[in-house]
């Protein structure tokens, strides 16, 4: 077996995971390399659900009862593992949604009906960049589409990275907003956040990062990141779908209007006007998802067992690994940074003029499960001209077995279409 510096006891690890045991195909090993799509989950996770159902099922803040006072504690200890999970300076200033897609789309949301000086109309502009997933750039299009701002954004290098040699020109005096992603979910790359910070704060413009492929994978400091606004989801990162995080500035998030009305984030309500509770609350209209978020405390609970940097740790292994077998397969191109250098654990290919999604189908008959299309970033496809790529991405519980039974797939795949 494959030995490599700086691996997890994956053995210990992926006991904790029933579906790894899973066999598929008459019989053959799952291999799982989905994680960028989403992660698998831990037993902890599914035995923390299972438990609040069973015992604690009720609506949360506002009953007096046991049940209700338990759930809106574990509830709101949820709240208290995030902040501490991405070093939050307040509880306060951590937002419950459903998705990484709702987070951006609040975020825009609330500067489009914003008073100045964070309002966003026709005369200033929101900066995004190339690489971004689509719930990056479709918000921001609606957003320009219905204000009349100016929709700009950073271009990609050939090697899969952001060009950033006009950065000037491209954030300027008119830049309300900066939006962009800090781990690409297609091409892996790690963008150089401070520079980006830097020149948006030399101009006074708002800074927006997505994490949904940092917070899973490495130690997330929305303090150290200097930036306003930072959203990710929990499903990547071993808990529940339904459940995902907006962090923002306590000031920003006091002065900005809320996205969504009803029940819970009101204060007073008369049918003539109605004033609003104070952040988080004033964004989480209506009944939360409550299970979720207890899920995603024992997710984050999980994790931070671990050690977010010894998870990075391995997956910097299995990623250098990973990045030097798939060298050895004839016609396999990378596309993206071809190091395992300032990149995470997701790797985008095509396979000569074999169609992803028939190398896709192929490996999948092998019980090897990645992840074909564009990946909700069809600009990078259209950029490297390309229809779509082939995905394989890893986590904590991902070995080098599973990497070699990859690239053996791929000798099949090659050998099948001939």
């Known amino acids: 077996m494959t030995q490599l510096p700086g691996l997890l006891d994956t053995e210990a690890i992926r006991k904790d995971f029933p579906v790894l045991d899973r066999q598929v195909h008459d019989g053959r090993k799952l291999v799982y390399l989905d994680n960028a799509a989403t992660s698998q989950k831990p037993r902890q996770v599914l035995d923390a659900l299972s438990e609040y159902y069973e015992r604690y099922n009720a609506n949360v803040h506002r009953g007096v009862h046991v049940l209700a006072e338990e759930a809106t504690a574990l509830y709101e200890g949820a709240r208290d593992k995030v902040a501490e999970f991405v070093n939050a300076p307040s509880r306060d200033e951590v937002i419950f949604t459903k998705n990484a897609s709702e987070s951006l789309n609040l975020v825009a949301n609330m500067l489009g009906w914003a008073d100045e000086p964070?309002?966003?109309?026709?005369?200033?502009?929101?900066?995004?960049?190339?690489?971004?997933?689509?719930?990056?750039?479709?918000?921001?299009?609606?957003?320009?589409?219905?204000?009349?701002?100016?929709?700009?954004?950073?271009?990609?290098?050939?090697?899969?990275?952001?060009?950033?040699?006009?950065?000037d020109e491209i954030i300027t005096e008119k830049t309300k907003i900066v939006s962009f992603v800090l781990v690409s979910n297609i091409l892996g790359t790690v963008n150089p956040v401070e520079a980006i910070v830097r020149r948006a704060q030399e101009v006074g413009a708002l800074v927006c990062v997505d994490a949904s492929q940092a917070a899973p994978h490495m130690p997330l400091d929305v303090q150290a990141l200097q930036a306003d606004f930072v959203a990710f989801t929990g499903h990547k990162m071993c808990g529940p779908t339904g459940i995902g995080v907006l962090w923002g500035r306590q000031e920003l998030l006091e002065d900005l209007p809320p996205f969504l009305g009803g029940g819970e984030m009101i204060e007073t309500v008369s049918m003539s006007s109605s004033t609003y509770a104070p952040a988080p609350h004033k964004f989480e209209a209506g009944t939360p998802p409550i299970a979720q978020a207890v899920g995603l405390g024992a997710a984050i609970d999980y994790l931070s067992a671990i050690g977010m940097d010894k998870i990075l740790a391995h997956e910097h292994a299995i990623t250098e690994y990973a990045v030097k077998r798939l060298a050895e397969v004839p016609d396999l191109r990378i596309i993206g940074p071809t190091t395992a250098e300032d990149r995470g654990a997701a790797i985008s290919f095509t396979l000569g003029d074999i169609h992803p999604h028939d190398v896709g189908q192929v490996l999948d008959e092998q019980g090897i499960a990645v992840r074909v299309g564009h990946h909700c970033a069809r600009p990078v496809c259209l950029r490297y001209g390309i229809p779509a790529t082939t995905r394989a991405s890893f986590y904590l519980y991902s070995t080098p077995a599973e990497i070699d039974a990859l690239v053996d797939g791929l000798e099949h795949v090659r050998n099948f279409f001939g």
């Open 118 to 167: 964070y309002r966003v109309d026709h005369e200033t502009e929101i900066v995004i960049t190339e690489m971004e997933h689509h719930s990056n750039i479709v918000p921001w299009q609606l957003l320009a589409q219905r204000t009349g701002a100016k929709l700009k954004w950073f271009g990609l290098t050939d090697d899969g990275r952001l060009d950033l040699s006009n950065i």
